[in-house]
């Protein structure tokens, strides 16, 4: 179970790092925040927060470390993007539909729900911050 966690969160850190690596710092063609925000026509502020969540619950996937707290951001984000961007489109992900967002959000509540595993640098934080 420990490894099949471990896989999971590798594919999640892979989507989010880079989506979020695109935004927070505007890399690998990304638009960063103020594209971000101009895109989705909303503050500044707001293309920095998309962009955080996504690089840090990424980095959260990735390395075990706060990963609840990382689900709970990639939730929020994907749970945005469903309303925001792709409800209207359908489930569909050809036809810009919520397909993969509600699967990153529902790998996320797995997340959430079950911690990091043993195959985590979880290990490495004082006893109290390793729920998180």
Request: hydrophobic share 55%; charged share 10%.
């Amino acid at each position: 179970m420990n490894l099949a966690l471990f896989i999971i969160r590798i594919a999640g850190a892979m989507a989010f790092l880079y989506h979020g690596s695109g935004i927070l710092f505007g890399v690998w063609g990304g638009p960063g925040p103020k594209g971000f925000a101009d895109f989705m026509h909303m503050p500044l502020v707001v293309g920095y927060l998309v962009g955080l969540a996504q690089f840090c619950g990424g980095l959260a996937f990735l390395t075990g470390i706060l990963i609840r707290v990382g689900a709970l951001c990639i939730i929020a984000m994907m749970a945005g993007a469903i309303y925001l961007v792709h409800l209207p489109n359908g489930f569909d992900i050809g036809k810009g539909g919520m397909e993969y967002a509600l699967t990153q959000l529902l790998v996320a509540l797995a997340l959430l729900i079950t911690g990091a595993g043993a195959y985590s640098l979880s290990s490495m934080l004082p006893r109290p911050l390793r729920k998180l």
